[in-house]
């Protein structure tokens, strides 16, 4: 979410009306990722997920909705709604453009995306913007969980490693290791709101990213059987004028091999192949709630950089239903 308060004072909005859509043509997609480019110029962090970004532009669960917000004739917001997990309920990324800002478009968003969700989103705001919180609290929303962004230099030493006994490193192949690689995903992340759910789709759209690389994707077997795996990834240095970073994107390990280090091992491998690259940095997303993850990356080097909040209504009172 990104809806961040600027320093202009608030302005008079001038009419706006909000479009509801199963699936983008390609004048709606093209207007949206132009408004997601403006919107990163702008506050430095990207206000949608890799995930609304591939929707966007490849399609996805037909469930989903896209809320196109315009305003004067031109696109003022957009607003991404993910019904998949039914329990917790939908989740919600939206984002204004920065010349619209501060003139009740966010609000005007966030009431069509409540009546849409039955007043139950959750919405991920990314870099914890105050600006963000003050929205959220508008609608009695609360922080109900915190993903950190976290970094270490690739120039600082880098620890030795050795594989477990009985178990071998290489390379991903695309076309033979997609049914393994996704059932051991699966069993390591049964828990995970997003990563466990991952689909045959997820995978192939990701392999035809222009930043998928098999050569950073490792797989360890013990003998023939998969028992985990580092995906890195390689942010480019086209946009926004950064440098290249490298991504520590998914470290997975089969819960029948936890406890023998390979988690670590693999980390240590994929850092190893992005050093190998040129990179100066490289980052990691991880789970607040996650401590022992949290306390492996801080003892391989990594430091908090930012976190991106999500936010949910509060809970009703006793007694108060109805």
Known sequence: MALFASHTPRVRSVSARVKVRERLDDTEVAG????????????????????????????????ARSLLLESGGTLAGYAHIDPTDEVEGPSVELVLHPDHRRQGHGTRLLESVMELTDGRPRLWAHGDHPGAAGLAARFGFERVRSLWQMRRSLF?????????????????????DEEAWLKVNAAAFAHHPEQGAWTMDDLLQREQEPWFDPEGFFLAFRGDRLAGFHWTKIHGSTSHGHEPLGEVYVVGVDPTQQGTGLGKVLTLAGLSHLRSRGLAQAMLYVDEANTAAIRLYESLGFNRWDVDVMYAPAPTPPGREG
């Open 156 to 176: 600082a030493p880098l620890a030795a490693f050795s594989l477990p006994e009985g178990v071998s490193l290489r390379t991903f192949v695309p076309g033979q």
């Open 32 to 63: 949206v990722l132009a408004l997601v480019e403006a919107a990163t110029e702008a506050d430095g962090v990207r206000p949608l997920n890799e995930h609304v970004m591939l929707h966007l532009r490849y399609g996805g669960d037909p469930r």
